[in-house]
């Protein structure tokens, strides 16, 4: 505690430091929602890069497309919200763009009890194998990326989103520009990346009564930064806007997106120690993944009094038959694994302002996905393995398949009324969701498909279910300015989901529902005269039963265990408290929040095996889960150039219930233990220069140490602190001509090198691991270096 006090006591004095009025010169004016990420002329009025929520009731934060074109080419654009309070990301690649190893958690909540959006749109819980949408790195390419906005409460009532327990980011895409304009950028870098970006806007066509769009192609491709083969995407975004009259506008958007990613071995600390961080899957060396299948699936290992195998795994008798393959388990290494993903996301978007007191919008939009996630496992072997002349392999590849296509709308009703402004809407979506789990055969001498191609011709489907889920919210909310200074809000959402699923290969059938006709939000923000603001707020939420066969209550697989869940299970609620401090002067701003959140009815499984097994997830109400915490942030204006940011988050998440077990037993000691995945300290900071053509970005991260057992019995993961660094130059306009608009930018991530675990929980939650063999963790990436070529025409 004392570590704890200290460090808070630190940021709040840097707070009160940047703070002196000493230090005043011009204003700092907010985001531009479209603001083109290379614009940032060299004065006191540069736009801030990251706006802490002034003029709201909880706490927000906004970060604009420069602090995310300031990312290495191709970056996931949560890496650009990483440094706000509160907020913990990892991923085990460079870009924090690998699926697999994606992670985003806001004061304690991981991303499936997170709401996403692109304008407006929903994206899903962005969970791994999402039922419900898609990853932001497959909806839109970063580059057209116009701001980020982030709630780390429950978010607006109008978000649609039924997984938002403890936060909420919305992504706004930039508009088509007024004028003529071409983009094209050039990225080289380690690992063999390279990535190519290109933007044609149209500007705004006279005849066509002010019609503007753009489209946008990004391809990129890298090769792992250990093991064998290549991780790659191609995205293509175009959207048009018309404007209807003055007071109106028809948009409409579609983003296409392809992604290959070949995955990355899960580990333990066991393999770590053992194997080295480096270590990675067999591909492309074929042998050895055969060889293991076929010590796995030799019965000749499993006889006589004293078998080399039990279970697949050594019995400690004679010599290892692994270690001929440079292992010593069959889960060590597979030959590969795999992630592709097909996506068409789009929306048309009509608003209207009506008089001079009351605007509607309406947005319908449809999003088609088709997936395929895959393992080559020695524990299925291909059909005709073992018999005479046979050319099958001890091994097949077993895939998990996804096919999404739902469709929505969502409409919004703003009336100004004196000192009032009440806003209503609603959002609804029917999406069919299908999931299968099946096997593909593999020859003997050598790979005979490419785990980067969707597979066909199954010799066998474990099972196959269709899911089908109807969302319908609604919201009301009065904003009442009760002075210049003072301003109160209230208002409630109500939400009802219905999950369904019926079976085609396997026996669960069935319906459940998530409903609540009263979920209210209030919250207060009064302005003091000399720059500081006081606001806070309460808001109550709930999360939707997940409607897939790999996670959620159907994960089960069990027709006893879904109408049990139908009838007895509640879904997950949270009720947040919080409240602060604004600070803004003309060289700095600044906020201090605290929070209180109580978290009822979470739902949670334990991994009893490695991943590739696909057991069926064992899903436990772990009961409620009390979460404090402190979130302090600020940014300095040193000069006109040069900027200082930093952010300290402390937060102190735990169990408060025991888990119960069949007969009355405790199933788990949860009571008073850290929640899973959860770091106790953040701390953030970033020093930039910008002097409009010259500019550089240096930034450190450090996370605290993280558990991946329920009961805090082994399992806990060490604190890292991992550098980045920008530098860049943009030419003026009065360069030679073939200068102009050029600009150079070069990115190194992970600075210092650091070695550390970086996704912690890619093979889910554990009960306890003191042997430290859970296969869980994913290091993340060494120093990277990239470097890329902006040219505008």
Not at 550 to 567: C, E, I, L
Request: overall charge negative; some cysteine.
């Amino acid at each position: 505690m004392k570590k704890h006090a200290l460090l808070l006591s630190a940021a709040v004095c840097a707070l009160g430091l940047f703070a002196n009025p000493a230090f005043a010169a011009d204003d700092v004016k907010p985001a531009a929602d479209a603001a083109a990420p290379t614009a940032a002329p060299a004065t006191a009025e540069v736009d801030a890069i990251i706006v802490l929520g002034r003029g709201e009731s909880r706490q927000v934060q906004t970060v604009n497309a420069q602090q995310v074109a300031l990312q290495a080419a191709g970056s996931s654009p949560l890496k650009a919200i990483e440094k706000l309070p509160g907020v913990s990301f990892q991923s085990a690649d460079a870009f924090g763009a690998y699926e697999w190893s994606t992670r985003i958690s806001i004061r304690g909540f991981d991303q499936g009890r997170l709401g996403f959006t692109l304008d407006g749109v929903p994206l899903g819980d962005m969970n791994y194998g999402n039922y419900n949408g898609l990853h932001i790195s497959r909806a839109i390419a970063s580059e057209d990326i116009g701001k980020i906005e982030l709630a780390q409460g429950a978010g607006a009532l109008s978000t649609a989103s039924t997984s938002n327990l403890g936060g909420t980011l919305q992504f706004f895409s930039r508009n088509p520009t007024e004028d003529f304009g071409l983009q094209a950028n050039a990225t080289v870098g380690s690992d063999n990346m390279h990535r190519v970006f290109g933007r044609l806007d149209t500007g705004a066509i006279e005849g066509l009564n002010g019609l503007k769009g753009y489209l946008s192609v990004a391809e990129q491709q890298a090769d792992k930064w250990k093991g064998g083969s290549k991780q790659k995407q191609l995205q293509i975004d175009g959207k048009v806007e018309l404007p209807l009259g003055d007071n109106g506008s028809l948009t409409a958007w579609w983003d296409h997106s392809e992604r290959r990613e070949q995955d990355y071995q899960d580990m333990s600390f066991d393999m770590i120690k053992r194997l080295g961080r480096d270590f990675d899957n067999f591909q492309p060396d074929w042998a050895k993944a055969v060889g293991v299948g076929a010590v796995l699936n030799n019965p000749a290992n499993y006889a006589g009094a004293t078998p080399l195998l039990n279970g697949g795994y050594w019995t400690g008798v004679g010599v290892n038959p692994y270690r001929a393959y440079g292992v010593d388990t069959p889960d060590d290494a597979y030959y590969a694994g795999a992630g592709i993903r097909d996506d068409d996301l789009f929306a048309a978007t009509f608003k209207q302002k009506i008089g001079d007191n009351v605007r509607v919008d309406l947005t319908g939009y449809g999003h088609k996905n088709k997936g395929q996630g895959l393992w080559y496992t020695p524990y299925t072997v291909s059909p005709g393995y073992g018999t005479a002349g046979s050319t099958a392999a001890p091994l097949s590849i077993r895939t998990t398949e996804y096919d999404i296509d739902r469709k929505g709308l969502i409409g919004n009703l703003v009336v100004d009324l004196a000192s009032h402004q009440i806003s209503a809407g609603f959002w609804h979506e029917d999406n069919d969701f299908a999931q299968a789990r099946r096997f593909y055969a593999e020859t003997l001498s050598a790979p005979s498909r490419d785990p980067l191609d969707f597979q066909s011709n199954p010799f066998t489907t474990s099972w196959e279910y269709k899911f089908n889920t109807k969302t319908t919210t609604g919201y009301l909310q009065d904003v009442w300015s009760v002075t210049d200074a003072f301003k109160v809000n209230f208002g409630f959402k109500a939400m009802k989901v219905e999950n369904e699923v019926k079976s085609i290969v396997g026996k669960m059938n069935g319906k459940i529902e998530s409903k609540d006709s009263f979920l209210p939000q209030v919250g207060a923000v009064y302005s003091l005269d000399n720059g500081v603001e006081v606001f806070g707020g309460y808001t109550e939420n709930m999360a939707a039963f997940v409607s897939a066969a790999t996670s959620g209550p159907f994960a089960s697989q069990n027709q006893t265990v879904v109408d049990y869940v139908a009838k007895n299970l509640k879904p997950e609620t949270s009720k947040t408290f919080e409240g602060g401090l604004r600070l803004k002067t003309s060289r700095f701003q600044g906020v201090a929040a605290l929070y209180h959140v109580k978290f009822d009815n979470r739902l949670d499984s334990a991994s009893t095996a490695p991943p590739i097994l696909g057991l069926p997830a064992v899903l436990s109400n772990v009961g409620s889960v009390t979460t404090k915490g402190v979130e302090v942030a600020g940014e300095f204006r040193m000069t006109d150039e040069w900027s200082l940011y930093g952010s300290y988050s402390y937060n102190d998440s735990k169990y408060d219930d025991d888990v119960p077990g069949a007969g009355g037993l405790v199933a788990m000691k949860t009571k008073g233990k850290d929640v899973i995945y959860t770091p106790k300290n953040l701390l953030k900071a970033e020093l930039k220069y910008d002097n409009g053509g010259l500019y550089a970005r240096a930034g450190l991260s450090y996370v605290g140490s993280r558990w991946y057992t329920f009961e805090n019995d082994g399992g806990k993961v060490d604190n890292y602190t991992v550098a980045d660094l920008t530098v860049g130059y943009r030419f003026s306009e009065d360069a030679a001509p073939m200068l102009r608009g050029l600009e150079i930018q070069g990115n190194v991530t992970n600075l210092n090198d650091e070695d550390y675990i970086s996704t912690v929980g890619s093979g889910g939650a554990s009960k306890a691991d003191r042997a430290g063999t859970a296969m869980t963790l994913l290091p993340g990436a060494p120093r990277q270096a990239y470097l890329t070529i902006k040219k505008r025409f």
